[in-house]
């Protein structure tokens, strides 16, 4: 068995035991295999493992990757920061966008989608406490732009997205996590259908996921350390 298999086979199993362990249907948590850095190789030893869904963060490695591998049945989401030059490629090439904070961006991906793909779906990236990033919406203006999103043609708002501080302890893992739970409740209360927590990574999936995470983002845990500098 390679690595990545046995990994990946790991990590379905984690992600099944946090969802039943919270009372929730396995199925309704998403994988998306975080491939940055590794070669395309890596994703087809994924994808012959079952895997479908794949997420980038830099424009260039991205696209080499997604013309090698244009022989496979893929879901590409883009989760790095979004630089205003580069949202024409990504609005053509991506089936997901993680990262949109700003409504300058989701305007030029709403006229940047090509007419003959499906809408882009867009997840907004909310800054919680205690984040170190700079970049995501603060929680009281998510309502304000999500309104304004969500009426722009060739998208589709789906829900939010966070990368949270690393913490050690469960306890202090969950916080942001319940945080980002909240902000999609009071959001589809106020008329919203989002439906969509894109949150966890290798060290937190497991809270993220006893919160309400749909999606986990995992990348360490599948294909090992990265050498190159992250995003
Ligand atoms: C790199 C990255 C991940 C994956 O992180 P791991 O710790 O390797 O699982 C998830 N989300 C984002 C936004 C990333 O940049």
Known sequence: MTA??????????AITQAAQAAQR????????????TFPADAVREAYAAGQRAFG???????????????DLQLEWHF??????????VIAENFAWIHGVDRLKIAQRFS???????PPLNICLQVNVSGETSKSGVAPHEVEALALQISLLPNLKLRGLMAIPAPADDVVAQRRPFA?????LQQLNAHGLQLDTLS???SH???????EGATMVRVGTAIFGLRSKPQA
């Open 111 to 117: 006229e940047q989608r090509p007419a003959d793909l």
């Open 4 to 13: 990545i298999l046995s990994n990946l086979q790991a990590i379905r199993q």
């Open 199 to 201: 949150m966890g990574m």
């Open 179 to 183: 945080q980002m739970r909240e902000l």
């Open 79 to 88: 989760i790095g920061p979004i630089q205003s030059n580069k949202t024409r």
């Open 56 to 70: 980038e963060n830099y424009v260039q490695e991205a696209l080499d990757k997604i013309s090698t591998l244009h």
């Open 25 to 36: 249907d396995p199925a309704s948590v998403t994988l998306l295999a975080v491939s940055k």
């Open 204 to 210: 937190d999936f497991a809270a993220a996921i006893t």
